[in-house]
C-alpha cells in the first residue's frame, strides 16, 4: 500500500510539473525555492493556530495513509510534523527547528516522495499581521540530488504547496477547507 501510495505520488508529480509557476523562485537540478504568500481574513495568530491544526486542513491525497487525521504537528525545537500510519508506523515529514509563536515556524526535511531521494530542505512559514487580517509566507528551499534534477518536480512541489495553503485559507475563511476562500492568493 505505502509503495502504492509513493508511485502514485511521483507519478502526480511528474504530471503536474509539466506546468510552470511564477511561484518556482529558482528551479535547478540541485536546488529550487518555492515561495508563497496567501492574504487570509483573519488575525496571525489565528491562522497560525489553525496551521498547527494540519490534520484539518491537509490534503489526504497528499498522506501515506490515505486520512489527514493522522498527521500532527509539534510547535516545539525538535518537533514532528508527523503521520501515524497502520499497525505501528509512522512518517516524518519535517522536523520543526525555530518557533516565534503566532509570527514563524521553521522546518526541516522533505516532503512526500523527496524523502526518498537525496536531498533535504528547509521551510519556513511566516504570519504577518496586515491591516485586513494576516498573509502567510511559506518559502522551501530544497536542495540535493534528484533523479532527472529538481527541476523536474518543482511545479508540481510548487502546486501541492499552494493547494494546502488554499485549503488552510478556506478552513480558516469559511470554517471548511474544501471550500475555496476569496482571493485564493496574493503573490
Not at 58 to 79: I, M, Q, V
Request: hydrophobic share 45%.
Amino acid at each position: 500500500m505505502r509503495l502504492q501510495v509513493f508511485r502514485s505520488l511521483a507519478v502526480g508529480c511528474s504530471l503536474l510539473s509539466l506546468t510552470a509557476r511564477a511561484d518556482v523562485v529558482e528551479a535547478t537540478a540541485n536546488g529550487m525555492q518555492i515561495r508563497h504568500v496567501v492574504a487570509i481574513a483573519a488575525p496571525a495568530a489565528t491562522v497560525y493556530n489553525a496551521f498547527l491544526k494540519i490534520g484539518t486542513w491537509w490534503d489526504k491525497e497528499h498522506t501515506y495513509s490515505g486520512d489527514a487525521t493522522n498527521l500532527t504537528l509539534a510547535a516545539a525545537p525538535g518537533g514532528c510534523f508527523c503521520e501515524k500510519l497502520p499497525q505501528g508506523g509512522g512518517v516524518v515529514h519535517l522536523t520543526v527547528v525555530n518557533v516565534a509563536p503566532s509570527e514563524r515556524i521553521t522546518m526541516r526535511g522533505a516532503l512526500g516522495p523527496l524523502q526518498a531521494t537525496g536531498v533535504t530542505g528547509a521551510m519556513s512559514v511566516s504570519f504577518v499581521p496586515k491591516p485586513s487580517g494576516s498573509e502567510i509566507v511559506m518559502v522551501y528551499n530544497v536542495g540535493g540530488y534528484y533523479p532527472n534534477g529538481l527541476q523536474s518536480v518543482a511545479g508540481a512541489v510548487d502546486d501541492v504547496l499552494l493547494h494546502q495553503l488554499q485549503r488552510l485559507k478556506g478552513l480558516v475563511e469559511t470554517g471548511n477547507a474544501d471550500r475555496a476562500a476569496a482571493n485564493p492568493a496574493a503573490n
